[in-house]
């Protein structure tokens, strides 16, 4: 039995992080079955009990063993499947890249958050923060990726956020492309490769599906 035998994920189409392992096994050529848990009508039994702690997607099912959080299933696909690497050989570099990486899952999400999660000031105050964290990203990127010339380890795991702007874009009434013009060509260059453009859901969607969660919470 190969090592891409039994390739599960436990998957939610607009979860960033869940996109995160997809574009991982698409870069590595690694075939895989996506399991679609349905979050608002109920979690899956094999989710609850792949993953007790978080209850969250994505969980990787690799010989029916779970791996859980995101970053960490990235990591652990590089590590199984090692060809073509993520992470740079250098040892330096592969530190400044857990860095970056570190940095995207502490405020990247949570400051869309407080965009999409907000109205009036909070609202402006989230929009300004969050761009804030945009131009420390940009000012980050190496050349054409975040490695430099290569997709890489940062890339995978920054990217998929992006299926999220246009949301944010329309609640806070800017444009990414207006404020990081250099982070904004990034996203246009990474959704140009195959394993991005297909793990990436269509941005407007995910715009309706926020716009859901706002009216179920009394902001629209």
Same mark, same amino acid.
């Given at each position: 039995?190969?090592? &891409?035998?039994?390739?599960?994920?436990?998957?939610?189409?607009?979860?960033?992080?869940?996109?995160?392992?997809?574009?991982?096994?698409?870069?590595?050529?690694?075939?895989?079955?996506?399991?679609?848990?349905?979050?608002?009508?109920?979690?899956?039994?094999?989710?609850? &009990?792949?993953?007790?702690?978080?209850?969250?997607?994505?969980?990787?099912?690799?010989?029916?063993?779970?791996?859980?959080?995101?970053?960490?299933?990235?990591?652990?696909?590089?590590?199984?499947?090692?060809?073509?690497?993520?992470?740079?050989?250098?040892?330096?570099?592969?530190?400044?890249?857990?860095?970056?990486? =570190?940095?995207?899952?502490?405020?990247?999400?949570? $400051?869309?958050?407080?965009?999409?999660? &907000?109205?009036?000031?909070?609202?402006?105050?989230?929009?300004?923060?969050?761009?804030?964290?945009?131009?420390?990203?940009?000012?980050?990127?190496?050349?054409?990726? *975040? $490695?430099?010339?290569? *997709?890489?380890?940062? =890339?995978?795991?920054?990217?998929?956020?992006?299926?999220?702007?246009?949301?944010?874009?329309?609640? $806070?009434?800017?444009?990414?492309? =207006?404020?990081?013009?250099?982070?904004?060509?990034?996203?246009?260059?990474?959704?140009?490769?195959?394993?991005?453009?297909?793990?990436?859901? =269509?941005?407007?969607?995910?715009?309706?599906?926020?716009?859901?969660?706002?009216?179920? &919470?009394?902001?629209?």
């Amino acid at each position: 039995m190969s090592k &891409n035998d039994e390739v599960i994920l436990l998957d939610f189409w607009a979860s960033p992080f869940a996109m995160r392992v997809k574009i991982a096994l698409a870069e590595k050529g690694i075939k895989f079955e996506a399991r679609e848990e349905d979050i608002m009508a109920g979690k899956s039994e094999l989710l609850l &009990n792949s993953n007790p702690l978080h209850k969250k997607v994505p969980v990787l099912l690799h010989y029916g063993k779970p791996i859980c959080e995101s970053a960490i299933i990235v990591s652990y696909i590089d590590e199984v499947w090692p060809f073509p690497a993520m992470l740079p050989t250098c040892y330096y570099a592969r530190a400044q890249a857990r860095f970056w990486a =570190d940095f995207v899952d502490k405020k990247l999400f949570d $400051g869309g958050c407080g965009i999409w999660r &907000n109205n009036g000031d909070a609202l402006e105050l989230g929009k300004k923060e969050f761009i804030e964290i945009l131009q420390v990203l940009e000012g980050a990127l190496g050349g054409d990726f *975040f $490695g430099g010339d290569n *997709f890489g380890f940062v =890339d995978t795991i920054a990217i998929p956020h992006a299926s999220w702007f246009y949301a944010y874009e329309q609640f $806070g009434g800017f444009k990414v492309e =207006d404020v990081c013009p250099k982070l904004s060509a990034w996203i246009k260059r990474c959704l140009k490769r195959d394993s991005v453009a297909k793990s990436l859901p =269509d941005p407007s969607k995910v715009y309706e599906f926020l716009c859901m969660f706002r009216k179920m &919470n009394g902001l629209d």
